[in-house]
């Protein structure tokens, strides 16, 4: 493992209101995967057809996906993908908005 980057993680955000560090709760039906780099970017990852059949099955209608697997995605056959509320992200400060409800 590359010392200076965190193990891929798949959040599904139902038991994690502790992962932004407020004390409100988060959105229920978010999950997201992605490597977090120790500055914070947010690095591509595999099996994005599984993690989204997964999410699906889960329940989760909104994922965020680290931007340079956008491709990924869009690779997807339409009823995978349809009816999910997709975000790319760059950077973990873009995650906080999207997991905070508003």
């Known amino acids: 493992r590359h010392p200076q980057r965190r193990p891929q993680r798949w959040l599904h955000h139902r038991h994690r209101a502790a992962v932004t560090g407020h004390r409100q709760p988060v959105r ?3 999950a997201m995967t992605g490597e977090v780099s120790l500055t914070g970017k947010i690095l ?3 099996g994005i057809k599984e ?3 997964a999410a699906r099955r889960a329940g989760v209608t ?3 996906l680290p931007a ?3 491709k990924d ?3 997807l056959p339409e009823y995978i ?3 999910l509320e997709v975000h790319f992200v760059d950077n973990y400060s ?3 908005p999207l997991v905070l409800p508003h």
């Open 81 to 83: 993908s349809e009816g």
């Open 94 to 96: 873009q995650i906080y």
């Open 44 to 46: 591509p990852v595999g």
């Open 73 to 75: 995605f869009s690779d």
């Open 62 to 64: 909104c994922i965020i």
């Open 68 to 70: 340079e697997n956008r």
């Open 51 to 53: 993690k989204t059949i």
């Open 28 to 30: 229920q039906n978010v």
